[in-house]
């Protein structure tokens, strides 16, 4: 069986694109999405005078025509942001009402969503692969009940299903506290508790799969800068400093129920593959600001992880 496993790709549609078309790139029988699907900001495109229209793109403000508007927009859509043509009154009163603007964004969220997942259900007809898209930390819960308008697409968080019919996998992409206070977030025992919710279910843990967008704790998939108050990475006489951010719930259930393999996200810079006992865990990272994919397709037998790739592209 091959897997094709990526994550955090932060609303990039290219990303998205390029993660449907590795079923049949890689010849892949399962494609999941670990978990940080949407992206996180609008691009407001206020309409002006003879046509034009302005907004500020990377910190550099922009006047142009509605004839090129869709080059910036197809750069937004890329990178992850969500560009939205508006006029300069629209635009003053979402500024002004942060209500208004939440309930925008959010029917953008599921707009987008909606739209991807019938574009897999396009794409998979009849390839015969299964896919399984699981939200991550950073995902609006106002997103989850798209899901249920699609039928080629999973969402198993916090359920025990058989991919291909054959091997158990449990999913969660919720993570141990951040700096940021995301949508989905827990303490270490509530996620401890979530996950050893599912695990009971396991009726064969040692061929299990472990879903869980949060790497382990201090294993090497989980390093990140250290911040300060203020939220900016700590810098010293080395560089700037890097601890372990991952969480000690998904270390523990890992080295209990020792599955033959765990996918895990959430730490862009900590791509990699380690082992924990006899679970082969992977960090495929990200570069989704780039519309590059990072992935990592996996070769399953009866005895387990067969092979790996770590991909990029």
């Given at each position: 069986?091959?897997?094709?496993?990526?994550?955090?790709?932060?609303?990039?549609?290219?990303?998205?694109?390029?993660?449907?078309?590795?079923?049949?790139?890689?010849?892949?029988?399962?494609?999941?999405?670990g978990g940080d699907i949407t992206g996180k900001m609008i691009v407001p495109?206020?309409?002006?005078?003879?046509?034009?229209?302005?907004?500020?793109?990377?910190?550099?403000?922009?006047?142009?025509?509605?004839?090129?508007?869709?080059?910036?927009?197809?750069?937004?859509?890329?990178?992850?942001?969500?560009?939205?043509?508006?006029?300069?009154?629209?635009?003053?009163?979402?500024?002004?009402?942060?209500?208004?603007?939440?309930?925008?964004?959010?029917?953008?969220?599921?707009?987008?969503?909606?739209?991807?997942?019938?574009?897999?259900?396009?794409?998979?007809?009849?390839?015969?692969?299964?896919?399984?898209?699981?939200?991550?930390?950073?995902?609006?819960?106002?997103?989850?009940?798209?899901?249920?308008?699609?039928?080629?697409?999973?969402?198993?968080?916090?359920?025990?299903?058989?991919?291909?019919?054959?091997?158990?996998?449990?999913?969660?992409?919720?993570?141990?506290?951040?700096?940021?206070?995301?949508?989905?977030?827990?303490?270490?025992?509530?996620?401890?508790?979530?996950?050893?919710?599912?695990?009971?279910?396991?009726?064969?843990?040692?061929?299990?799969?472990?879903?869980?967008?949060?790497?382990?704790?201090?294993?090497?998939?989980?390093?990140?800068?250290?911040?300060?108050?203020?939220?900016?990475?700590?810098?010293?006489?080395?560089?700037?400093?890097?601890?372990?951010?991952?969480?000690?719930?998904?270390?523990?259930?890992?080295?209990?129920?020792?599955?033959?393999?765990?996918?895990?996200?959430?730490?862009?810079?900590?791509?990699?593959?380690?082992?924990?006992?006899?679970?082969?865990?992977?960090?495929?990272?990200?570069?989704?600001?780039?519309g590059i994919l990072r992935g990592c397709l996996i070769l399953l037998d009866?005895?387990?992880?067969?092979?790996?790739?770590?991909?990029?592209?």
């Amino acid at each position: 069986m091959r897997i094709f496993f990526a994550t955090d790709i932060h609303g990039s549609e290219t990303c998205f694109r390029k993660f449907l078309n590795a079923a049949q790139a890689y010849q892949a029988d399962v494609l999941i999405m670990g978990g940080d699907i949407t992206g996180k900001m609008i691009v407001p495109l206020v309409a002006g005078a003879g046509g034009t229209y302005s907004f500020e793109w990377l910190g550099t403000p922009y006047t142009t025509t509605e004839e090129d508007l869709p080059g910036y927009e197809q750069q937004m859509r890329r990178a992850g942001c969500y560009p939205y043509r508006t006029t300069p009154e629209e635009a003053a009163a979402l500024r002004e009402n942060r209500e208004e603007l939440q309930q925008l964004f959010h029917h953008i969220l599921k707009t987008s969503l909606q739209e991807w997942l019938i574009l897999a259900e396009e794409r998979l007809k009849g390839s015969g692969s299964e896919c399984y898209i699981t939200p991550g930390n950073d995902d609006d819960l106002a997103i989850d009940e798209v899901f249920d308008s699609v039928a080629a697409v999973c969402n198993p968080e916090n359920r025990l299903v058989h991919i291909k019919g054959e091997i158990e996998m449990i999913s969660t992409g919720y993570t141990n506290p951040t700096p940021w206070n995301s949508p989905r977030e827990l303490s270490e025992e509530a996620l401890k508790a979530r996950i050893e919710s599912m695990a009971a279910q396991l009726q064969y843990p040692e061929r299990s799969v472990f879903n869980f967008h949060c790497p382990p704790y201090n294993v090497g998939l989980d390093t990140a800068p250290r911040l300060d108050r203020t939220l900016k990475p700590v810098a010293g006489i080395g560089g700037v400093q890097m601890i372990p951010v991952g969480s000690t719930a998904v270390l523990a259930a890992i080295k209990r129920y020792r599955p033959m393999l765990g996918l895990h996200g959430h730490i862009h810079e900590s791509r990699g593959v380690v082992k924990i006992g006899r679970t082969r865990c992977v960090n495929p990272g990200s570069e989704y600001t780039e519309g590059i994919l990072r992935g990592c397709l996996i070769l399953l037998d009866k005895k387990g992880v067969k092979d790996y790739l770590l991909t990029s592209g």
